[in-house]
């Protein structure tokens, strides 16, 4: 028996399909691999620079992030430096207190991550709660597609051609044998 056309169309477009997701599901998550200083550490000085490394390399024209103290007061309006994955933050921190690193951040895959990491200069009783996070301000551009987005709506556009092709196509009319 041979095999019939639609049923290679329909394994070709299945096969396709599968390839072009098989990537987001191996892709590592988006996150912040490390802070310079780490969440939630006790300093004895305070730093003159706060690093944050992410896993996936950083787009730098909407990528920004602030150090803040307890009572909201941004603490350095130097630009930060983006460099592949990570982001230097000048700081200029005069005494002991709690502070807030706050980031909102674009992956040059266009995925944006926002957050935060806190640090306290002498006590550990300075260090700002954890359940009282900073509002991040985003600047979000919807109007950009990212290529994960463009592939998966590439192959959904192939996966829907093909079945317009199948319903369109003529199935073969089986003649009907009479008993009579």
Do not use: C
């Given at each position: ?19 072009a ?34 896993t ?5 024209r ?27 933050l ?10 807030r ?44 597609i ?7 709506l ?27």
């Amino acid at each position: 028996m041979k095999w019939p056309a639609r049923h290679t169309a329909a394994v070709v477009i299945a096969t396709l399909s599968f390839a072009a997701f098989l990537p987001v599901v191996l892709e590592k998550p988006v996150r912040l691999d490390t802070a310079a200083p780490a969440d939630r550490a006790v300093l004895a000085a305070p730093p003159s620079t706060v690093t944050l490394t992410f896993t996936h390399d950083l787009d730098e024209r909407d990528t920004h992030a602030t150090t803040v103290d307890a009572s909201g007061r941004v603490m350095d309006r130097r630009t930060p430096v983006v460099e592949g994955r990570s982001i230097t933050l000048p700081v200029t921190i005069d005494g002991t207190g709690g502070y807030r690193v706050v980031y909102h951040v674009r992956l040059v895959d266009g995925a944006e991550l926002s957050g935060e990491t806190a640090f306290a200069v002498g006590d550990a009783g300075l260090l700002p709660p954890a359940d009282r996070p900073v509002e991040v301000s985003a600047h979000h551009d919807i109007t950009k597609i990212d290529p994960v987005t463009a592939v998966v709506l590439g192959a959904n556009v192939v996966v829907i051609a093909g079945i317009g092709v199948q319903l369109i196509r003529r199935r073969r009319v089986r003649p009907v044998i009479s008993t009579d």
